[in-house]
C-alpha cells in the first residue's frame, strides 16, 4: 500500500467549468476526509465518510460541491461552475477507527483562472 | 474540540533540539494532543498523540504538563528536512461525531544550517 493517493496533483481551469478530483485512501481504512487549505491556512474541514455513507458535510461546502464514494473504496469531489475563490489545495485523509492519525494525501492544487 | 495555541514561527539551529510549545488551556479530560507537521506543498503527515503522558516515538517526543494545559513537541536533533508548519490539535477519539480534526494555523519552524 502506497498510502493515499490523490489525482490530479494539479488542474489548472477557467471560471464556470466544472472540475473533478478523486481520492483512493489507504484500502483498510474505512473514514475518509476531504478538506480545503488556501495559502497561509490550515486544513478546513469539507466532509466525511464512514465507508460509503457521507456523514457530514461543512457550511464551506456549497450546492455547487459535491462528493461522493460509492463503494466505500475511492472518493470523487466534483466542483460545479467553479470560481475564484474555489483556488485552493484539496486534501484528502482516510484513517481507521481508533486513537490513530489520519494520512494525507499530497493533495490537489486547484487554480481557478 | 478545545482551541490551541501556538507561536506562528520559531527558527531552530540545525543538530540542536526544537521544542515546539502549544497551549491548550480548555482542554477536556477525554480530549487528546496531536502534532501533525506540514512540509511545504504536501499533505500534513502525524506526528504523534497523546493523553497524559509523555509520548515518545522515532519522529518526537511529546510532554504534556501535569495538568493537561500545555504541551510541547520535542525534535531531538533536528535536521533541514524538519523545516515545517507544525499543527497541534486537541481532538476527542471516542468514535462518536467527533471525528473530524480541526487545524489552526500552526507554528512555521524554520531549521537553519
Known amino acids: 500500500d502506497t498510502g493515499v493517493s490523490q489525482d490530479p496533483r494539479h488542474k489548472i481551469t477557467k471560471r464556470g467549468q466544472n472540475v473533478t478530483f478523486r481520492c483512493d485512501p489507504i484500502s483498510e481504512h474505512n473514514r475518509l476526509y476531504w478538506y480545503r487549505q488556501t495559502l497561509g491556512q490550515g486544513p478546513e474541514f469539507l466532509t466525511y465518510f464512514q465507508n460509503e455513507a457521507q456523514l457530514e458535510k461543512s457550511r464551506l461546502l456549497s450546492d455547487r460541491f459535491s462528493a461522493e464514494r460509492p463503494k466505500g473504496s475511492f472518493s470523487t469531489l466534483e466542483i460545479q461552475r467553479t470560481e475564484q475563490g474555489d483556488s485552493a489545495m484539496y486534501l484528502c485523509?482516510?484513517?481507521?477507527?481508533?486513537?490513530?492519525?489520519?494520512?494525507f494525501g499530497s493533495g490537489t492544487r486547484l487554480t481557478v483562472v | 474540540d478545545a482551541k490551541t495555541t501556538q507561536p506562528p514561527s520559531m527558527d531552530c539551529a540545525e543538530g540542536r533540539a526544537a521544542n515546539l510549545p502549544c497551549n491548550h488551556s480548555t482542554i477536556s479530560g477525554n480530549e487528546y494532543v496531536y502534532w501533525y507537521r506540514q512540509i511545504h506543498s504536501q499533505g500534513p503527515q502525524y506526528i504523534i498523540h497523546?493523553?497524559?503522558n509523555n509520548e515518545t516515538n522515532e519522529m518526537a517526543s511529546l510532554i504534556i504538563t501535569e495538568d493537561r494545559k500545555s504541551s510541547t513537541l520535542i525534535l531531538p536533533h533536528a535536521t533541514l528536512r524538519d523545516t515545517a508548519v507544525y499543527y497541534c490539535i486537541a481532538y476527542i477519539n471516542s468514535g462518536g461525531s467527533n471525528y473530524k480534526l480541526t487545524f489552526g494555523k500552526g507554528t512555521l519552524l524554520t531549521v537553519n544550517p
Open positions: 497523546g493523553l497524559k
Open positions: 485523509a482516510s484513517s481507521s477507527q481508533g486513537p490513530y492519525g489520519y494520512t
